[in-house]
T-cell receptor, first 114, second 115 residues
């Protein structure tokens, strides 16, 4: 099955820095979701996007639905230690290939150094 | 609301043994899913259900069976466990994928080791 591409695979940042990560697909998507997974826990939904160009914030997190509908971006401002974890993107295909299910990216592992 | 719950949280099996993982959701969602998560592989869909009494195969269904007898429950069965089924299993649920309601919520996971 299709998987999304996420970059970077991992990143180490200093506390207080801003973070950017993205997710790309070879096909058009109708929905983009961003999740955070803490060690030993299930993924927790952070932000959901439904419209091309949409920009949505959740506290220090901001995500955007790309205009081409083939990508999405997640930004974290002023990182703190509890931001550590794995960030997953997920999307549902749209257009002529309306997807029955979500497809997931492999994740971006974020480490925050004090 | 408890959201999505999974039972058990941990389990160790011997090769050839069978077990059933239980997923329950209290959000009245139509769709339910079982995924497995392995290092470096991300989340892979095993089976899913689009409503009570329905099931369908996902990306990696071999060695697993599922049942959705009640809307709120989705069971994942391993008839004869193999070491390759050592993984973390996540259940998820979602409402009908309507506009502005297309989301998916995950349970806390079941960590299964097959010796």
């Amino acid at each position: 099955g299709q998987q999304l591409n996420q970059s970077p695979q991992s990143m180490f940042i200093q506390e207080g820095e801003d973070v950017s990560m993205n997710c790309t697909s070879s096909s058009i998507f109708n929905t983009w979701l961003w999740y955070k997974q803490d060690p030993g826990e299930g993924p927790v939904l952070l932000i959901a996007l439904y419209k091309a160009g949409e920009l949505t914030s959740n506290g220090r997190l901001t995500a955007q639905f790309g205009i081409t509908r083939k990508d999405s971006f997640l930004n974290i401002s002023a990182s703190i230690p509890s931001d550590v974890g794995i960030y997953f993107c997920a999307g549902r295909e749209g257009g002529d290939n309306y997807g029955q299910n979500f497809v997931f990216g492999p994740g971006t592992r974020l480490s925050v150094l004090p | 609301n408890a959201g999505v719950t999974q039972t058990p949280k941990f389990r160790v099996l011997k090769t050839g043994q069978s077990m059933t993982l239980l997923c329950a959701q209290d959000m009245n969602h139509e769709y339910m899913y079982w995924y497995r998560q392995d290092p470096g592989m991300g989340l892979r869909l095993i089976h899913y259900s689009v409503g009570e009494g329905t099931t369908a195969k996902g990306e990696v269904p071999d060695g697993y069976n599922v049942s959705r007898l009640k809307k709120q429950n989705f069971l994942l069965g391993l008839e004869s466990a193999a070491p390759s089924q050592t993984s973390v299993y996540f259940c998820a649920s979602s409402p009908d994928p309507g506009f502005f309601t297309d989301t998916q919520y995950f349970g806390p996971g079941t960590r299964l080791t097959v010796l």
